[in-house]
């Protein structure tokens, strides 16, 4: 008999209700839940590669060790006692581990609740994650402004009457630092409430077209933007209103003083933004309906990606729009992280290039590859790499191939031989995804309204796998053991995560919240985050002097010539996710989608036509790929996809069903970073273009 199970999907920042039907071990079908409190029925193309992944033929679904380049299936214990004897041998000689977590770990609390363990275990304080190529300038603003790295307005699209979206595409990432399922059907409620989504990014994107109205601005040139826009609502709106008044604290006054040096029409012409909309944008935010301005990816993996982030903030308080119904608020989940783990982190750390930042532990990910190359008795010997696929997703890739190695050992886990972990020792593959549970542990605090929803698994766990946690939670028990330290108790993740709910303010318990399938709605986002601050003095600090230092950077930035190059900028598909879904049937139909999008003018200039190969080159190396032209993308700007790239020279990978493709991570840059977050600069990287000649035989 069929039977239908409400889950959450696990893929994006989404967490979309879903309705899985089966039949035994058999995927009939899976739609959106129109029943989902939040996600309200919708689901995008992703949710059916749930059937793809926990069906394919290509995962691993027991351990595997290198012998003589080939992979050798092994059993669990042997896996274990073999990783932790090595990893105690290195140690002894005083090798360093090191950890790398990418991005499904955020989507899988069981890994979020047991990951400490196997730190504590291997001895690692700090960690290289993919959250220093993503989201790290966030916490940065977070923990100096609101007193917590993970206190986070979001917008309150449902009230909102004006949107302005810099550097993000939710129409294809479905949101992303903002939980927001159902994000078009959201946007076409706002515009039939009279509401306008503005949307500003060097690409006509999925988002632009919803949108009354889309500007192009050059990469990596927001900050100016930021400043005239906050310029122009100061001018005005000089004095906050009441609420936000009694919030922010005296830094505030620095405020106006620090960008009245900018003049409007530098800004204006550094970043392509005429001055026109400039104002009308400011006039928008600063009249009396809620309105707010948000910016993603394109605006965080930049050079001044923390001073973005922070002008971003000081626009919504300087309009009036924080802690507003319809402007921006913070979340207040079931599960409060916010309450129960510490304010995070804002320090400093030496590496091998010198003093860098160190947020919540976070060591930044484009100093990983030189701490594995570097000579002396600092250098990474033993290496644990966590969901996660550096060599694709981290700057430089074919330095991160050479680096990875070097190492004596590597583990991965994955449940693919990907571009990265093929250079492993030893994978450790979990589970399928429908026989593990799942909580949106970091993305109920940053939804669009307040909700629980818990998932149990689907299928039983087939003999002899494992869940992540599990796998994660021996294996640091087997390290304790031949180190010779105590053995903990493992506290199972859902004890873990019932624990937290009920000392979370609102004191849910877990069997309250499995008891709603659908989820449970605990109503709109609320203006309180006067309650929710943890600042000393429980105010806002509006401007903390690293910030008001960064601007002084940035003025001399914007003395300086721009490059004549054509700059590179990546970009999101809804039928892919990262470099992960590769492997999936139902997503891999239609055309290639790894292509160079060229506006028609730069592709003129270069001889080049549609479907021609180029050859792109920046500074680190150079890439050939096909040529897509399109006026979708601003001129002097190219675009490209990341997550591709999976065929690496003379490696067999289990994700290799896909047209021929090339990485946009062999071309960004390491050397680039944000100098108050150390985040990556993953946008634009300064590229040459031209045509591949193709090759006459000789006769
Ligand atoms: N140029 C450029 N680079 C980028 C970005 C960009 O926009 N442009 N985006 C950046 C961002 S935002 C991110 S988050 C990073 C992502 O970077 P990473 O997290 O390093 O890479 P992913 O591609 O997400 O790879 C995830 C890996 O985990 C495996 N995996 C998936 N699910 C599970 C699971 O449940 N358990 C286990 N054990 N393994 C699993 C997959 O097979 C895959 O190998 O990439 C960054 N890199
Ligand atoms: N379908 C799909 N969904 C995903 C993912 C995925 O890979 N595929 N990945 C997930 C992850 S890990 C994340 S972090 C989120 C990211 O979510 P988003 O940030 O919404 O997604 P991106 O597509 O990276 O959007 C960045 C936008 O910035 C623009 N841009 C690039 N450079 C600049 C610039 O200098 N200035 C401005 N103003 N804009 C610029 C790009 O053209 C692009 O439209 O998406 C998540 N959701
Ligand atoms: S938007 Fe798509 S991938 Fe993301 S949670 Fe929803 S269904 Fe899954
Ligand atoms: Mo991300």
Not at 21 to 36: A, F, Q
Not at 120 to 134: C, F
Not at 308 to 323: M, R
Not at 616 to 628: L, M, Y
Request: proline fraction near 6%; glycine fraction near 8%.
């Amino acid at each position: 008999m069929p039977t239908v199970h409400a889950r959450t999907c696990h893929i994006c920042e989404a967490n979309c209700g879903v309705l899985i039907e089966v039949e035994g071990r058999e995927i009939l079908s899976i739609k959106g839940n129109p029943d989902h409190v939040l996600s309200r029925g919708h689901i995008c193309p992703k949710a059916t590669a749930i059937a793809d992944l926990q069906d394919d033929p290509d995962r691993l679904h027991k351990p595997v060790k290198k012998v003589d380049g080939k992979w050798q299936e092994i059993g669990w214990e042997q896996a274990f006692a073999e990783i932790a004897s090595k990893l105690t041998n290195i140690k002894g000689q005083g090798g360093k581990p090191a950890m790398y977590l990418g991005n499904p770990s955020a989507h899988d609390y069981g890994i979020t609740t047991q990951v400490g363990q196997l730190r504590r275990a291997i001895g690692l304080k700090n960690l290289y994650s993919a959250s220093t190529l993503d989201q790290i300038p966030h916490h940065v603003v977070q923990y100096h402004m609101y007193g917590h790295v993970s206190l986070c307005p979001v917008p309150d699209i449902d009230r909102s009457q004006y949107l302005v979206i810099v550097g993000g595409n939710p129409a294809a990432s479905n949101g992303s630092i903002w939980t927001v399922p159902d994000f078009k059907k959201r946007v076409k409620e706002m515009q039939a409430r009279d509401g306008k989504l503005m949307v500003i990014d060097p690409r006509r994107t999925e988002t632009a077209k919803l949108a009354d109205e889309h500007h192009f601005v050059k990469p990596g040139t927001d900050t100016a933007l930021f400043i005239a826009i906050l310029k122009a609502v100061l001018d005005r709106k000089p004095d906050l209103n009441e609420q936000l008044n009694m919030l922010v604290d005296d830094s505030w006054s620095n405020v106006a003083p620090a960008i009245s040096g900018f003049d409007m029409a530098s800004l204006s012409a550094h970043c392509g933004v005429s001055e026109d909309v400039i104002e009308d944008i400011a006039a928008n935010l600063s009249d009396n309906k809620p309105g707010a301005i948000y910016g993603r990816m394109g605006v965080s993996v930049t050079e001044f990606g923390t001073l973005n982030q922070w002008l971003i903030q000081a626009i919504n308080i300087a309009s009036g729009n924080l802690n507003r119904e319809g402007g921006t608020l913070v979340p207040e989940p079931a599960l409060d992280t916010i309450n129960i783990v510490g304010r995070g982190s804002v320090e400093k750390i030496d590496t091998a290039r010198g003093e860098m930042p160190n947020i919540m532990g976070e060591l930044p990910t484009i100093t990983f590859a030189e701490e594995m190359l570097r000579e002396d008795d600092e250098r990474i010997r033993a290496l644990f790499v966590m969901t996660g696929n550096p060599v694709l997703s981290a700057p430089d890739g074919a330095r991160m191939d050479r680096a990875l190695e070097t190492l004596d050992l590597m583990v991965s886990f994955d449940m693919y031989v990907t571009a990265t972990s093929c250079h492993a020792d030893y994978i450790l593959p979990p589970c399928g995804p429908l026989e593990k549970d799942h909580y949106p542990f970091f993305f109920g605090p940053l939804a669009v309204r307040n909700y629980a929803s818990y998932s149990p698994a689907i299928f039983d766990m087939p003999e002899g796998e494992k869940a992540d946690w599990e796998i994660i939670a021996e294996l640091a028990r087997a390290i304790f053991a031949a180190s010779g330290q105590d053995i903990p108790n493992i506290r199972e993740p859902r004890d873990v995560l019932d624990n937290m709910l009920q000392s979370s303010p609102r004191g849910m318990t877990l069997a309250e919240i499995e008891a709603e399938p659908n989820g449970v709605d605990l109503g709109p986002l609320m203006p309180h985050l006067e309650d929710r601050l943890l600042t000393d003095d429980k105010k806002i600090q509006a401007a903390h002097p690293d910030f008001l230092d960064e601007l002084k950077r940035f003025a001399v930035s914007l003395t300086e010539r721009q490059p004549d190059a054509l700059s590179l900028i990546g970009r999101r598909h809804v039928r892919q996710n990262n470099s992960w879904l590769a492997n999936s049937k139902r997503l891999q139909k239609g055309p290639n989608r790894c292509t160079l999008m060229i506006n028609p003018s730069d592709a003129a200039e270069r001889g080049l036509s549609d479907g021609d190969m180029a050859t792109v080159e920046s500074r680190v190396n150079s890439v050939d790929i096909i040529v897509e032209i399109t006026d979708d993308v601003m001129a002097g700007v190219v675009s490209m996809p990341h997550g591709f790239g999976h065929r690496r020279d003379g490696v067999e990978l289990s994700v290799a069903r896909e047209n021929p493709n090339v990485s946009i991570n062999d071309l960004t840059d390491p050397e680039l970073y944000d100098r108050l977050s150390g985040n990556a600069v993953l946008n634009a990287t300064p590229v040459t273009v031209v045509k591949v000649e193709e090759l006459v035989a000789a006769e």
